[in-house]
């Protein structure tokens, strides 16, 4: 369950300290302004026996039920028990009744007639209260609803209060996410390595050098323009995938076994952008090893409400010493932010094989 902000611990604190000494400050103040009425405890401890079963219900409800609705929308199980503890409060209101009966007056009792009874109709059809709900019943029902409301809406601010706090720090976070994936995300070493091997196709493969130069451009349009949105679409990021892939493929040799395995047909949704290229640049610059085979396997699943993203690769006896690429701890913080750790990443880092699978909703 989400912690409760210490603001509104603080609202709850306040209000239901007010209501407490409500009792002690309205019977001091009548017994200082009528002499005939006496400062009795025992009226202030009826009234605070009635408040505590008040607040044990919101206690209830703050703690235990107003979660589901509001963190967890979970709404069919909040209004099924809602209905539940309102009924149990009401049988208990109803059957609790102080049933306190008039003492008689025994003068009038003699000296009165009795009346006659009145016929069977009136009996029926009187003004007669209800015999299950009383007026103070149904009162003490709305006060119990009004005050799970009140709790229901002030749980609503503080919850969108903080949406937009994570918000604004969302896009804070996205303009330097702009300037470091400028400066590390694709790095130096990976434009020099590119450079060089379409230099050396230029004279080997004249065609396949234009085709790789003009891939390279969109890559960089792509890092440069779409970077520091919050969503870009499912087949956008993938063909920045492919290419970096592509691209990456021209550095190795046939040692390296490099495979993509993506949906041929995606759905129309969208995704952070160069989020799953971290795991993917990582695994180049830690899975490569010129003494002996090395693979890197990407796999990206498009599910109906998520995306399935999993990346293996072999650890080379001596990791590359390029610089760059995100860290692992601010892709966690971005994801942090974008989710509110409504995803999953699971990380196994084994003696010869590293794997990463990272499960996110669609924004």
Partial sequence: ????????????????????????????????????????????????????????????HNFLLAPLFVHKQRRMAYYSIMVVLVGLFSVYQC???????EEPDIREFHERPEP???????????????????????MAIVVFILMLGVNLGT???FRS?????????????????????????????????????????VEIDPAKAQETI?????MMRYVLYEGDKRGVTLSREMEFIRTYIKLMKLRYTDKVRITLDRPTELPDRTIPPLVLISFVENAFKHGISYRHDSFIEVRIEALDEKLCFACRNSKADTPNAEKGGVGLANVRRRLDLLYDHDYTLHIQDAEDVYTVELNIPYL
Avoid at 127 to 134: A, D, K, Y
Avoid at 163 to 192: C, G, S, T, V
């Fill in 1 to 60: 369950m989400k912690r409760l902000s210490r603001q509104e611990n603080l609202i709850y604190l306040i209000a239901w300290g007010v209501l407490f000494a409500s009792p002690l400050l309205s019977l001091y103040v009548r017994s200082v302004h009528d002499y005939g009425v006496v400062f009795d405890w025992a009226e202030v401890f009826v009234m605070w026996r009635k408040f505590t079963l008040y607040l044990l219900l919101f206690l209830i």
């Fill in 116 to 138: 006659p009874r009145p016929p069977k109709e009136e009996l029926r059809g009187g003004h007669r209260p209800p015999p299950i709900v009383g007026e103070h019943d149904i």
């Fill in 155 to 157: 749980k609503f601010y």
């Fill in 95 to 101: 059957n609790s009744r102080p049933d306190i009966p």
């Fill in 214 to 218: 003009v891939e390279l451009s969109r």
């Fill in 161 to 201: 209060r903080d949406d937009r706090k994570r918000m604004a720090e969302l896009e804070r976070q996205n303009l330097e996410q702009q300037l470091e994936y400028l400066r590390y995300q694709i790095n130096p070493h990976f434009f020099m390595n590119t450079l060089n091997n379409i230099h050396a196709l």
